[in-house]
């Protein structure tokens, strides 16, 4: 019993910018969900297991709260599958929890799941697709150029933001296209010199039910990219920051992995081998604490006196993950500072894979 009160405090608490959600199911009741899941070309996925991972609270947070490969179930020869729950089991204390079924994917990478809670007896999951993207990619004159198949193309009537994402096949995401349409063209500057890139397409969307609100995920497969040549101006370069070390991560070509902030940490600044007329900056995954009141790049001649090249909030307080931003200051710098100000003093920079410059 403490342990459920302190389960529903900490949700509360900590998550309370997405909310907790109280369950309407009673502990002794029977919960049957079911549904139905097809291949890409609509044939049944028959005799294929499915897994199902149960959150701790109304968060759809598994990793970190526990419930992975929770129960499993097999769908049968028409592709449809049953599963019965008790009522306690979509609890916790007084909370409903999430659920996620996984379903696997019928290409390379793919995979689709869905995320829901239980607030009814019945629960009926919308009919679940694969679905793979068919993607390809060419060089390009500036670039790669990578195309896809809509979902819409095998899943008639469905819609959702198609989002692009690029990674390394060993590390981590290096970029992202949000409300992507094919084809998509990613230019040298996106790229750079990084070998074993690759691509994918997801679309994510919101299906209401009766009692339900349903959240679909696909992932489609992965497709490799061709190998492109750029060098930004500032690879190798040193730069600062409290607890930096001695090889700079954020300059080291390393698209994907750089440099986790201590306490504190505001700024960075970049200090290039020799002064350039820089024309563009792309910062890959960045990341706060907290949303800042100013976020902005600053160029310097000599390290001290600085003028402004970007406002990265863009007169909003969106922070974006992935920035490719233009420079137009005319002289050239040798010193590039990003720097973030917020009155909160818990605010620090968190995270920030590359910051790199271009000429």
């Not at 990793?63 to 097999?74: E, N, P, R």
């Not at 290409?107 to 390809?136: D, H, K, R």
């Not at 959240?215 to 040193?238: C, D, F, H, K, M």
Request: proline share 5%.
């Amino acid at each position: 019993m403490a342990m459920n009160r302190w389960m529903t405090a900490a949700c509360a608490a900590a998550m309370a910018s997405a909310g907790c959600t109280k369950s309407e199911v009673d502990p002794e009741a029977t919960i049957t969900l079911t549904g139905k899941v097809l291949k890409e070309d609509k044939q049944p996925l028959a005799n294929t297991l499915l897994h199902i991972n149960r959150s701790t609270n109304s968060e759809c947070i598994f990793s970190f709260f526990g419930g992975i490969d929770w129960k499993s179930v097999k769908t049968s020869a028409d592709g449809s599958f049953t599963q019965e729950l008790l009522g306690d089991d979509t609890r916790s204390g007084s909370l409903a929890r999430c659920f996620e079924l996984q379903v696997p994917g019928g290409g390379a990478n793919s995979y689709l799941y869905a995320q829901f809670l239980i607030q009814s007896e019945n629960v009926q999951l919308p009919t679940l697709q694969q679905w793979s993207g068919t993607p390809s990619a060419v060089a390009a004159a500036d670039g790669a150029s990578v195309s896809f198949k809509d979902i819409s193309a095998t899943q008639d009537g469905v819609t959702g933001e198609h989002v692009l994402h690029v990674e390394t096949k060993s590390s981590g995401s290096v970029w992202t296209v949000t409300s992507a349409h094919s084809p998509v063209l990613l230019n040298d500057d996106l790229l750079e010199d990084a070998a074993d890139l690759e691509a994918y397409v997801s679309v994510y969307r919101k299906v209401e039910g009766s009692k339900a609100s349903f959240t679909i995920y696909n992932q489609g497969e992965t497709v490799a990219l061709p190998r492109r040549s750029r060098v930004p101006a500032s690879r190798g370069a040193s730069c600062t920051y409290a607890g930096a070390p001695a090889t700079c991560p954020l300059t080291d070509g390393n698209l994907s992995s750089g440099a986790s902030f201590q306490q504190d940490v505001r700024e960075v600044v970049i200090q290039l081998p020799k002064p350039k007329v820089l024309r563009k900056a792309v910062l890959r995954n960045l990341g706060m604490s907290l949303t800042p009141s100013e976020l902005v790049l600053e160029g310097s001649s000599d390290g001290t006196q600085w003028v402004g090249l970007a406002n990265l909030l863009e007169g909003t307080n969106a922070v974006r993950t992935f920035i490719e931003v233009p420079l137009s200051n005319p002289a050239p710098l040798s010193h590039v500072r990003l720097r973030a100000t917020s009155p909160n003093s818990d605010f620090r920079l968190y995270w920030l894979s590359e910051l790199s410059l271009f000429e």
